[in-house]
C-alpha cells in the first residue's frame, strides 16, 4: 500500500522522481492537458480543518485525469468523535479509491493509513504538511535548478510547514535555516531526523533566535502564519511574540538580490508578511500555491500506482 504520510518516508531519489513528474505533468497540462489516468478513481477527502488550496487543488487534480472526488466536512465525518478512526478508515475503504485528509492530530492521519486498505494522503496535521513541502521544492527547483546548496531561510514559528520544508530541504542537500522565537521552536525529533537526513545528502541546519542572520545569503525566504489551524486561543500571546519574525520589505533587502519570497498560504497581511514583499518583485506566492496542483497529480499518480 503506498501512503504519502511524510516527506521523511522518502529517499531523496523517490522525492526527486515525484518532482520531476510534476515538472512533466504541468507541462503537459499546460499544453492541453493530462490523459486520463485516474478514469474511474474517486478521492475521498476528509477535511477536520478549513482549506482552499488543498481542497481545489486535489478536487481538480483528480478531474483532470478523469477522476473524481468528494469532499467530507468536519461536520459529516467527526472523525475520532462521532465515530472512531478505525472504522472511519475501515468503511470509506469499501467506498472509494483513496483518501486524503487533514486532520488536527498527526496520530489520525497515521490509524487512517493503519486500518484503510486503499491509499492515504496527509492533507495537513498538526506535525507536518508533506504536500506543502513537494510545491514549495517545485517551486525553489523552478527558480533555481534544483535545491542542492541553495540557502532556504525560515522566518515565523517552527511549525507544520516549517518541518516539511526543514525535510524536504535536508533531503535533497538545502542549507535549511531558520529563525524563530524562544518557545517556538520545531518538533525536536523531526530536527533529529533532519540532522541525519542533511549528514547523508550534504545540506547544513542552522536553528537561530535573529531573522536577520537567518536571511542573510539567503536563496528562499520563507513565512507562514503565527498562529496556525487549531491555535487559536494562543493568538493573542503570539501576536506579541512574533511581529520581530514580520517578512517586510527592509528583512527582504537583507537576503540575496534574486532571493524569492515564499509563503504556503492563507497569508496574514500586515502580520507575518506585508502587502509590499506579497505583492512585491521577490514573491513567489501564487507560483507557488498554483504548484499545488502540479506536485500532487504525482503524489496521486504514485500512490495509485500509476507508472
Ligand atoms: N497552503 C494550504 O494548505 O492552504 P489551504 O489551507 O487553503 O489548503
Ligand atoms: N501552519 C498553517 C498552515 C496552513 C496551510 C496551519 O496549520 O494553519
Not at 23 to 38: A, F, S, T, Y
Not at 264 to 287: K, M, N, Y
Request: aromatic share 8%.
Amino acid at each position: 500500500m503506498k501512503h504519502f504520510l511524510a516527506i521523511s518516508d522518502f529517499s531523496p531519489a523517490e522525492l526527486q522522481n515525484l518532482l520531476d513528474r510534476a515538472v512533466r505533468l504541468k507541462d503537459e497540462r499546460q499544453k492541453g492537458g493530462n490523459p486520463p489516468l485516474l478514469k474511474g478513481k474517486v478521492l475521498g477527502m476528509i477535511f477536520q480543518k478549513p482549506s482552499l488550496r488543498t481542497r481545489v487543488s486535489f478536487d481538480m487534480a483528480m478531474r483532470h485525469f478523469d477522476g473524481d472526488a468528494l469532499y467530507l466536512s468536519p461536520q459529516e465525518i467527526g472523525l475520532g468523535k462521532r465515530e472512531s478512526v478505525a472504522d472511519v478508515a475501515r468503511v470509506l475503504s469499501g467506498y472509494v479509491d483513496g483518501l486524503m485528509a487533514r486532520v488536527f492530530d498527526h496520530a489520525h492521519v497515521l490509524d487512517l493509513a493503519k486500518w484503510s486498505s486503499i491509499p492515504v494522503i496527509n492533507g495537513l496535521s498538526d506535525y507536518n504538511h508533506p504536500c506543502q513541502g513537494m510545491a514549495d521544492a517545485l517551486t525553489i527547483q523552478e527558480k533555481f535548478g534544483n535545491l542542492k546548496g541553495l540557502n532556504v531561510s525560515f522566518v515565523g514559528d517552527g511549525n507544520n510547514v516549517a518541518v516539511s520544508l526543514m525535510h524536504i530541504c535536508a533531503k535533497l542537500g538545502a542549507n535549511f535555516t531558520i529563525a524563530s522565537p524562544e518557545g517556538y521552536d520545531l518538533n525536536s525529533k523531526a530536527v533529529e531526523a533532519a540532522k541525519e537526513f542533511a549528514s547523508t545528502s550534504g545540506g547544513k541546519l542552522s536553528f537561530l533566535r535573529d531573522p536577520h542572520s537567518a536571511v542573510k545569503d539567503a536563496h528562499v525566504i520563507y513565512t507562514d502564519t503565527w498562529t496556525s489551524m487549531g491555535q487559536e486561543e494562543e493568538s493573542a500571546r503570539r501576536e506579541k511574540v512574533f511581529p520581530p519574525y514580520q517578512v517586510n520589505a527592509q528583512l527582504v533587502s537583507e537576503a540575496r538580490p534574486e532571493a524569492i519570497v515564499m509563503h504556503c498560504l492563507p497569508a496574514h497581511r500586515g502580520q507575518e508578511i506585508t502587502d509590499e514583499v506579497a505583492d512585491g518583485p521577490h514573491s513567489a506566492l501564487f507560483p507557488q500555491a498554483h504548484n499545488r496542483l502540479h506536485a500532487q497529480k504525482a503524489i496521486l499518480l504514485h500512490v495509485f500506482g500509476i507508472g
